[in-house]
């Protein structure tokens, strides 16, 4: 396969219709091999639990050879991004324009409090520049109103596409009707938009799967489950569970994933929840709020300040994992079994240390290199490459999903899959 710089020259030298028919082959190539190594996953073990995130992670633990291979596709994948750029500045050098130059892609985000969120929009912003698109990118400081707002502003101000991770899945039917209107594409970013039948395509992670992993991680973490998935026969287990945002449609996704597997347990009274608050209305924190997060930990200790054990913590992404802890931990003066999602820095520092038990990666630079890529299809007026029809209803139609694989991190693949893989360096994870 032609690496970047050969794309640029093949593409110099021959005519447009040449160098579009090329082009085409060598995309359909790059999605055929990201689309393979989506399917590989690389987990090892917590210190407590040897083997049981490896099996358990869709049992398809690999060698570091294989991490290295599903770096590759992902490497691969981003050379074709730049390659694209170089070529659009190729061309813009021999006629004076591009279309991409002259194309604007609004981005709405919901906030800048997760760390996670500034990542998906530098890295959004990074890779629809480096193809000559301009970017205005908005923050809503999960306001769902300011939201809405300022979609109608991308709007106004003559944006070609829209990509918006929602703060409120349910409150933008009305400016979505006003793109459709307009004839602007919409692609909905990691969370679902539901209620409009507005949303062309939606780009995310397989957030059922995101839930599971993390519920197994929690059983692992508890000896509930051994290396091979299978019961212990440990009893006497005490839990809490915590969800995501009620007007998340991914959390939905991430409490189903993880109760499937946490559930049975449950049931079958190997696990009990103290507080008696299970369902996922009752255990949601509005806006994924950390210190609201923290704050209903803090209500939920008296039974185990009064002497039983709190074995484990449902915990549905990084930021609430974290506020957990720090409820816990000088409540009771010890840890317990708590996953989370995101691989943001203070938890990955806090599994370092041992204390959170795993995280859940989401490799943003991905997401992002599917979502530019939906974008640049759909404004040259082509139908972008998507792998699920079936599992993303919104209420009004079955939105078309490309749905990446999550990666679970552990004490042990931490500096692995994160620093050897380029996510983040040595010195910010420490």
């Known amino acids: 396969m032609s690496t970047a710089p050969q794309r640029a020259a093949r593409v110099a030298a021959d005519t447009p219709d040449e160098q579009n028919e090329w082009l085409d082959e060598q995309t359909a190539h790059d999605a055929e091999l990201a689309d393979a190594m989506a399917t590989y996953d690389v987990t090892h073990a917590a210190d407590k639990v040897p083997h049981v995130l490896a099996e358990q992670s869709q049992r398809t633990t690999t060698s570091a050879h294989t991490q290295g291979v599903v770096m590759q596709g992902r ?3 981003t050379a074709m991004i730049l390659a694209v750029g170089i070529v659009g500045s190729l061309a813009a050098c021999g006629s004076g324009s591009s279309d991409d130059e002259s194309q604007v892609v609004g981005v709405a985000l919901p906030t800048k409090e997760q760390a996670r969120w500034v990542a998906d929009g530098d890295n959004l912003k990074k890779q629809f520049t480096s193809l000559g698109y301009d970017v205005e990118m908005l923050y809503a400081g999960d306001d769902a109103a300011a939201q809405a707002d300022q979609i109608q502003k991308l709007i106004d101000d003559g944006a070609d596409a829209l990509v918006v991770g929602a703060v409120d899945g349910t409150a933008l039917k009305a400016v979505l009707a006003n793109a459709a209107s307009e004839d602007i594409p919409v692609i909905a970013y990691d969370r679902l938009i539901r209620d409009s039948g507005d949303i062309d395509y939606y780009a995310s992670f397989n ?16 000896g509930v489950i051994d290396a091979s998935g299978k019961p212990t026969g440990r009893t006497g287990v005490n839990i809490e569970v915590f969800a995501g945002s009620p007007d998340d449609n991914n959390a939905t996704f991430f409490y189903d994933g993880a109760m499937s597997v946490v559930r049975p347990f449950i049931d079958a009274g190997v696990i009990s929840v103290p507080s008696g608050q299970v369902e996922r209305l009752d255990v949601a924190i509005q806006g994924w709020k950390n210190d609201v997060a923290g704050q209903r930990m803090t209500t939920l200790l008296a039974p185990y300040q009064a002497g ?35 691989a943001e820095i203070p938890a990955i520092k806090s599994i370092a240390a041992g204390e959170q038990i795993a995280t859940v990666y989401k490799d943003t630079r991905t997401l992002a290199e599917v979502t530019v890529g939906m974008v640049r299809e759909l404004l040259k007026g082509n139908e972008p490459e998507i792998n699920d029809t079936t599992s993303y209803d919104n209420g009004v139609k079955v939105v078309p999903s490309y749905l990446l694989t999550p990666q679970m991190v552990t004490k042990d693949n931490y500096k692995h899959v994160l620093v050897d893989g380029g996510y983040y360096t040595e010195a910010e994870i420490g």
């Open 308 to 342: 039983k054990h709190l074995d484990g913590v449902l915990a549905p992404n990084d930021g609430i994992a974290q506020a957990i802890i720090g409820a816990v931990k000088p409540a009771l003066g010890y840890v317990p079994a708590v996953p989370g999602q995101d």
């Open 75 to 77: 490497n691969k994948w």
């Open 207 to 222: 957030n059922f799967q995101v839930g599971v992993m993390e519920g197994r991680a929690l059983l692992a973490g508890m």
